[in-house]
C-alpha cells in the first residue's frame, strides 16, 4: 500500500479521500498493466491487489466506483495493454520461465488480468485472448514445480512486519490464500475467466481444465485455492469438494442396514439415513427429538440404560411434504454423504432452494456460483462435535480406556466410573478397517454396549478426535513445550506411542504415520526423551521405533554407558543403541548435532 499513500501525497485540493484513494489506485493499476522489468515489483503487486480487492467490494457503490474510475483510464489503451498483458502471462507460464525469479511480476500480472475480466467490455477480449489456456498451464506449473513463492517474500509491507512472524505459541492457522500466490492468482484469474465464457471458449481444454482443478482439490488444504477450485466445478456441474482422499460416507447412504432414520417422500418411497451425520451436517432434515437436550439431565442414568432409554423416544421415519421435491433431496443428501454433488442446471435450481432452506450456506453459495468471501471456511468433514451434547442421543457404543491410575472421573451423559467416551458404531467403522470388521463379525463383542481399547485415557482421547476428524491432535508447541521438564514432555509424548502400537492392529497407516512423524519432531527438540521412548517402544514391540531412539542416543551412548544409566535397559536393548554408535562413528547413521 506504500505506492498509494505516496500517490496520495501528490494529490491536493479539496477532493474527497476516497476520490483520492480511487485516482490512486486507478494509476496503479494503469502502470500495473504496463509492467516493465524496472517497475518495483513489491509496489505495483500493492497497488494492483487494492483495486482488485476494492473491485470485488461487498460495497455496490465502492465496487461500481472503482469498475468506472478503471474503465475511464482504460478507454484509450486499454485492449493494447490486454493484448500485451497476455503475451505476458503466456510467456511467463512457458517451462523455460517458469521460475521462483518471475513469479512475483507474473502475480502482479494476473492479478491485472483478473480486474480487466471485472470489465464488462474487456470480457470476452479475455476469453477469446487465450487466458483460459493460459491460466490452466500456469495452475499445472504451480502443482508440479517445487517452487513456492507466497505474497510475503516480495508484498513490500510484510518485510520485516513482526505482527506476521509466529512469536512465542503463537501459531496462526493456514492463511486463507494459501502459501503460493501464484496458484491462487491463477485460480481467481481461471474462476473469473469461466465465469464470463461460454462453453465454446474452453470446449477445447475442457477436459484438461477439469483434471487440473480437481488436482487443486486433492492435493492443496488452503481453503481459499479450494473455495475458487470448487466454484470453477461449479460452472461444469459439480458443486462441492470431491477429493480422492476422502470419500465421505458416500458408500453409507446406499447401506440401509445401519441406517436409524427413513426420510418418506409423498409418493411412498423412501431413503434411509443416519442422525448421527445429518445432526452433524445439516441438522434442519431432523425432526425435533424428544431426548432430552441437556447434558446434565442424563446424569442419572445407568450405562446398561443408556440405549433402553434413547432408542423408543428417537423416531425412526419423517414424512416430508408434497411440497418436498425427491430428486433435488437425493442429492442434498449427496453433499451431505459424499461432501460433493453432480446435477444439471435444472435440478440445481431445485437444489438451490432446498440450500437456502436448510441453511446450508456453502452448498447454496456454490449453487449460486458465487466466488466467497475473503476468508470464508471450507465446510468441515470434521465430526468431533459428535462427541459432545449434540452426537450423545445418538451414540450406540463406549469405548473405555485403560485405568493406569487412580483418577477422579465423571461423566456428563451416565453413571460408568471408568474412563470412557460415548461413540457411534458407524462412524467407527467407516473409517475403521478393523472396528468395521469387528461390529460386522457377528462375535459377542459385536453385539456388546462396550469395547474395552488397550491404551490410557489420554490415548484414547487422540485417537478418537482423529478418527472423528481425521487429523492427529498436535503435541503442546512453543513455549508450552519449552517451559515442561522431561518428565512432563514424556507424558505428553507417551500417548502418542500408544496410538501408533494400536494403529498397526487397527490398521490405521495414515494414523501410524502421523504419529511417528510426531515422534521424532518431538526428539528432535529433546534428545532426552529418547531413553524413556526406547524403553515405551520395546514394551509395545515397536522395534523401528526403538532403532529411531537408538540413533537419537548413539552421538551420546560413551557418556550414558559411563554414567550407568544405560543400565536401565535389557542387553537387547544397549546392543540397538552401540550398533547405533558405531554406525554413526563410521559415517553411516545416528542423528548428530
Same mark, same amino acid.
Request: proline letters at 4%; aromatic letters at 10%.
Given at each position: 500500500?506504500?505506492?498509494?499513500?505516496?500517490?496520495?501525497?501528490?494529490?491536493?485540493?479539496?477532493?474527497p479521500?476516497?476520490?483520492? &484513494?480511487?485516482?490512486?489506485?486507478s494509476?496503479?493499476?494503469c502502470?500495473?498493466?504496463?509492467?516493465s522489468e524496472?517497475?518495483?515489483t513489491?509496489?505495483?503487486?500493492?497497488?494492483s491487489?487494492a483495486v482488485?480487492v476494492?473491485m470485488?467490494?461487498s460495497s455496490?457503490?465502492?465496487?461500481?466506483?472503482?469498475?468506472?474510475?478503471l474503465s475511464?483510464?482504460l478507454?484509450?489503451?486499454?485492449?493494447?495493454c490486454?493484448?500485451?498483458l497476455?503475451?505476458?502471462l503466456?510467456y511467463?507460464?512457458?517451462?523455460?520461465?517458469f521460475?521462483?525469479?518471475n513469479i512475483?511480476?507474473?502475480?502482479?500480472?494476473?492479478?491485472?488480468?483478473i480486474?480487466?475480466?471485472?470489465?464488462?467490455?474487456?470480457?470476452?477480449?479475455v476469453?477469446?485472448?487465450d487466458?483460459?489456456?493460459?491460466?490452466?498451464t500456469s495452475?499445472?506449473?504451480c502443482?508440479?514445480? +517445487?517452487?513456492?513463492t507466497s505474497?510475503?517474500?516480495?508484498?513490500?509491507? /510484510?518485510y520485516?512486519?513482526?505482527?506476521y512472524e509466529r512469536?512465542?505459541?503463537?501459531m496462526?492457522?493456514e492463511?486463507w490464500e494459501?502459501?503460493?500466490?501464484l496458484? /491462487?492468482?491463477?485460480?481467481?484469474?481461471?474462476?473469473e475467466?469461466?465465469?464470463h465464457?461460454?462453453d465454446?471458449?474452453?470446449s477445447h481444454?475442457?477436459?484438461?481444465?477439469i483434471?487440473?482443478?480437481?488436482?487443486?482439490?486433492?492435493?492443496?488444504?488452503?481453503p481459499?485455492p479450494?473455495?475458487l477450485?470448487?466454484n470453477?466445478?461449479?460452472?461444469?456441474?459439480v458443486y462441492g /469438494?470431491?477429493?480422492?482422499h476422502?470419500?465421505g460416507?458416500?458408500r453409507?447412504?446406499?447401506d440401509?442396514?445401519?441406517t436409524?432414520?427413513?426420510l &418418506?417422500f409423498?409418493?411412498?418411497?423412501?431413503?434411509s439415513?443416519? #442422525?448421527?451425520?445429518?445432526?452433524v451436517?445439516?441438522?434442519? &432434515?431432523l425432526?425435533?427429538?424428544?431426548?432430552?437436550?441437556s447434558?446434565?439431565?442424563t446424569?442419572? /442414568?445407568?450405562?446398561?440404560?443408556?440405549?433402553?432409554k434413547c432408542c423408543?423416544m428417537?423416531?425412526?421415519?419423517?414424512?416430508?411434504?408434497?411440497?418436498v421435491?425427491?430428486?433435488?433431496?437425493?442429492?442434498l443428501l449427496?453433499y451431505?454423504?459424499?461432501?460433493?454433488? +453432480?446435477?444439471?442446471?435444472?435440478l440445481a435450481r431445485?437444489?438451490?432452494?432446498l440450500a437456502?432452506?436448510?441453511?446450508?450456506?456453502?452448498?447454496?453459495?456454490?449453487?449460486?456460483?458465487?466466488?466467497p468471501k475473503?476468508?470464508?471456511?471450507?465446510? @468441515?468433514?470434521?465430526f468431533?462435535?459428535?462427541?459432545?451434547p449434540?452426537?450423545?442421543?445418538?451414540?450406540d457404543i463406549?469405548? +473405555?480406556a485403560?485405568?493406569?491410575?487412580?483418577?477422579?472421573?465423571?461423566? @456428563?451423559f451416565?453413571?460408568?466410573?471408568?474412563p470412557?467416551?460415548h461413540?457411534? #458404531? =458407524?462412524?467407527l467403522?467407516s473409517?475403521?478397517?478393523?472396528?468395521?470388521?469387528l461390529?460386522?463379525?457377528?462375535?459377542?463383542?459385536?453385539h456388546?454396549?462396550?469395547?474395552?481399547?488397550?491404551?490410557?485415557?489420554e490415548?484414547?482421547i487422540?485417537l478418537?478426535?482423529?478418527?472423528y476428524?481425521?487429523?492427529?491432535?498436535?503435541?503442546p508447541?512453543?513455549c508450552?513445550w519449552?517451559?515442561?521438564?522431561?518428565k512432563e514432555r514424556?507424558?505428553?509424548?507417551?500417548?502418542?506411542?500408544e496410538?501408533y502400537?494400536?494403529?498397526? =492392529?487397527?490398521?490405521?497407516?495414515?494414523?501410524?504415520?502421523?504419529?511417528?512423524?510426531t515422534?521424532?519432531?518431538?526428539?528432535?527438540?529433546?534428545?532426552?526423551l529418547?531413553l524413556?521412548v526406547?524403553?515405551?517402544?520395546?514394551? =509395545?514391540?515397536?522395534?523401528?521405533?526403538a532403532?529411531?531412539?537408538a540413533?537419537?542416543?548413539?552421538?551420546?551412548?560413551h557418556?550414558?554407558?559411563d554414567s550407568g544409566?544405560?543400565?536401565?535397559?535389557?542387553?537387547?536393548?544397549?546392543?540397538?543403541?552401540?550398533?547405533?554408535?558405531?554406525r554413526l562413528?563410521?559415517?553411516?547413521?545416528?542423528?548428530?548435532?
Amino acid at each position: 500500500m506504500s505506492s498509494i499513500l505516496t500517490c496520495l501525497s501528490h494529490v491536493h485540493g479539496d477532493i474527497p479521500l476516497h476520490q483520492k &484513494l480511487l485516482f490512486c489506485l486507478s494509476k496503479a493499476i494503469c502502470k500495473g498493466c504496463q509492467i516493465s522489468e524496472n517497475d518495483d515489483t513489491s509496489r505495483s503487486e500493492s497497488s494492483s491487489r487494492a483495486v482488485l480487492v476494492m473491485m470485488h467490494s461487498s460495497s455496490t457503490y465502492i465496487a461500481s466506483k472503482v469498475r468506472l474510475i478503471l474503465s475511464g483510464v482504460l478507454e484509450i489503451k486499454g485492449n493494447e495493454c490486454l493484448k500485451r498483458l497476455l503475451y505476458l502471462l503466456d510467456y511467463g507460464s512457458s517451462a523455460n520461465n517458469f521460475g521462483s525469479a518471475n513469479i512475483p511480476k507474473t502475480v502482479v500480472e494476473l492479478v491485472c488480468l483478473i480486474c480487466y475480466s471485472g470489465l464488462p467490455e474487456y470480457q470476452k477480449n479475455v476469453t477469446r485472448g487465450d487466458g483460459i489456456r493460459t491460466l490452466v498451464t500456469s495452475i499445472r506449473r504451480c502443482l508440479s514445480n +517445487e517452487v513456492c513463492t507466497s505474497r510475503r517474500s516480495f508484498a513490500l509491507h /510484510f518485510y520485516h512486519n513482526v505482527f506476521y512472524e509466529r512469536t512465542c505459541c503463537w501459531m496462526t492457522a493456514e492463511e486463507w490464500e494459501g502459501k503460493d500466490a501464484l496458484l /491462487f492468482y491463477s485460480l481467481w484469474g481461471l474462476a473469473e475467466l469461466v465465469q464470463h465464457s461460454s462453453d465454446i471458449d474452453h470446449s477445447h481444454i475442457k477436459s484438461n481444465l477439469i483434471k487440473t482443478v480437481q488436482e487443486v482439490l486433492d492435493n492443496v488444504s488452503a481453503p481459499g485455492p479450494r473455495w475458487l477450485a470448487a466454484n470453477i466445478l461449479s460452472y461444469f456441474g459439480v458443486y462441492g /469438494f470431491p477429493n480422492k482422499h476422502d470419500k465421505g460416507f458416500g458408500r453409507a447412504l446406499e447401506d440401509k442396514e445401519h441406517t436409524d432414520l427413513q426420510l &418418506l417422500f409423498a409418493n411412498g418411497e423412501s431413503v434411509s439415513v443416519h #442422525k448421527i451425520i445429518l445432526s452433524v451436517r445439516c441438522p434442519s &432434515l431432523l425432526p425435533p427429538e424428544q431426548f432430552p437436550q441437556s447434558a446434565e439431565t442424563t446424569d442419572n /442414568f445407568l450405562v446398561k440404560d443408556v440405549p433402553s432409554k434413547c432408542c423408543p423416544m428417537l423416531q425412526k421415519e419423517v414424512r416430508l411434504s408434497a411440497r418436498v421435491d425427491q430428486q433435488a433431496l437425493l442429492k442434498l443428501l449427496d453433499y451431505v454423504y459424499f461432501g460433493y454433488v +453432480e446435477a444439471g442446471e435444472d435440478l440445481a435450481r431445485k437444489l438451490k432452494t432446498l440450500a437456502k432452506s436448510c441453511n446450508m450456506q456453502p452448498l447454496f453459495l456454490m449453487l449460486c456460483r458465487k466466488i466467497p468471501k475473503w476468508g470464508t471456511p471450507i465446510p @468441515s468433514s470434521d465430526f468431533t462435535d459428535a462427541l459432545g451434547p449434540l452426537g450423545f442421543q445418538f451414540a450406540d457404543i463406549i469405548l +473405555e480406556a485403560e485405568e493406569t491410575e487412580k483418577m477422579p472421573w465423571a461423566c @456428563s451423559f451416565c453413571s460408568l466410573l471408568v474412563p470412557h467416551m460415548h461413540a457411534h #458404531k =458407524f462412524i467407527l467403522q467407516s473409517r475403521c478397517k478393523y472396528l468395521q470388521a469387528l461390529f460386522l463379525s457377528g462375535m459377542q463383542e459385536s453385539h456388546s454396549q462396550s469395547i474395552k481399547v488397550p491404551v490410557s485415557w489420554e490415548a484414547l482421547i487422540k485417537l478418537v478426535r482423529l478418527i472423528y476428524s481425521r487429523k492427529l491432535p498436535d503435541p503442546p508447541f512453543g513455549c508450552l513445550w519449552d517451559n515442561m521438564d522431561t518428565k512432563e514432555r514424556l507424558y505428553e509424548l507417551k500417548p502418542y506411542v500408544e496410538v501408533y502400537w494400536l494403529a498397526e =492392529f487397527w490398521i490405521l497407516e495414515d494414523v501410524q504415520e502421523a504419529c511417528f512423524t510426531t515422534i521424532i519432531s518431538c526428539l528432535d527438540s529433546d534428545r532426552q526423551l529418547a531413553l524413556e521412548v526406547m524403553k515405551l517402544a520395546a514394551g =509395545f514391540s515397536l522395534w523401528k521405533l526403538a532403532e529411531v531412539a537408538a540413533d537419537y542416543m548413539a552421538p551420546i551412548y560413551h557418556k550414558l554407558r559411563d554414567s550407568g544409566v544405560l543400565e536401565q535397559l535389557d542387553e537387547l536393548l544397549i546392543e540397538l543403541v552401540r550398533d547405533a554408535s558405531v554406525r554413526l562413528s563410521q559415517g553411516s547413521g545416528g542423528f548428530s548435532g
